[in-house]
């Protein structure tokens, strides 16, 4: 199963850039949000999602108890 890598709260998606190394030589690169898999309630229902960190610490999230 291929990972989301997009927040299912806030919609954090990975940006691209340019890596500019110290010769200002410039790489086409990638920045991923650090997302986890926890299980949430939405709607009254128990569904296993992927969550950004900010969101789980802001408060953002109704984690499911076991």
Known sequence: MI??????????EPVVGNSVSHSNRKTKTLWFPNLQMIN????????KEYVCTKCIKAGKVAKAVR
């Open 3 to 12: 990972m989301s890598r997009k927040c299912f709260i806030c919609g954090k």
């Open 40 to 47: 949430i309630i939405v709607a009254g229902k128990k569904i």
